[in-house]
């Protein structure tokens, strides 16, 4: 069958988008999902999303990694699919969406490329060791480090992915650098099984996992850079819980086009 596909990026997380809200696209069988992600063999990308009718909300998110599988939420691919349903036409500069982990409500720039993407409540962060672990929507580990710029992501990542605490469910791992006026971020993602341009949940987690190491109360905005660009979280911490999460950042169609699967 042939696919209307679009492409969009968000800070160098590239994601397939596709409108299904006809359902015409059957998501069980995860080798179709595969060969599409696939940089060699298809479109290539570090994610698929569908855009799927909510009886309740504007739209639904179904987001699946590049191996094929189902995934847990993805905060850049929120923000693109936000960017898509507005180039669809499904919403303005607002919207309530559903994702995997509940609804979202996100606003858009009227330009359609600047998205602010509400995460989920977070009030619980673990340590191990001297790194932190939580839950954003996907689950994190997250550790601070020096000369993060000539580090090896890849390997260090995917042994801490890959150790007896998070085989079985997997751990998406962030390392961080406090450059002071901002935090720049590199990440392991679980499901893609390398390091990506960004993680929206990722920098999410890390950006309150700071805020808890560095104590700080308040109104909180912290600038991030990534590998594929700037973004920024801004959140209310009362030394209990975070709230009004968002996730800031670009969301810009690259191309669209057919393929056949």
Known sequence: MNIHFFKYQGAGNDFILIDNRDLSFKYTDNNAVLQLCNRRFGIGADGL???????DYDFEMLYFNSDGNLGSMCGNGGRCIVAFAKHLGVIDQETDFLAVDGPHYAKISEEGNWVD???IDIDTINKDGDAYVLNTGSPHYVAE?????DYDVYQNGKAIRNNETYKKEGINVNFVEDKGDYLFVRTFERGVEDETYACGTGVTAVALSMAQHNHQ??????PIKVLGGDLKIQFD???KQFTNVFLCGPAEQVFEGEISI
């Open 217 to 222: 109360i308040g109104h909180i905005e912290t």
């Open 117 to 119: 993407l509400q995460m």
């Open 237 to 239: 911490y009362d030394g």
């Open 49 to 55: 999303m569908l855009l799927q009718n909510h009886a």
């Open 145 to 149: 480090m020096q000369n993060l710029k």
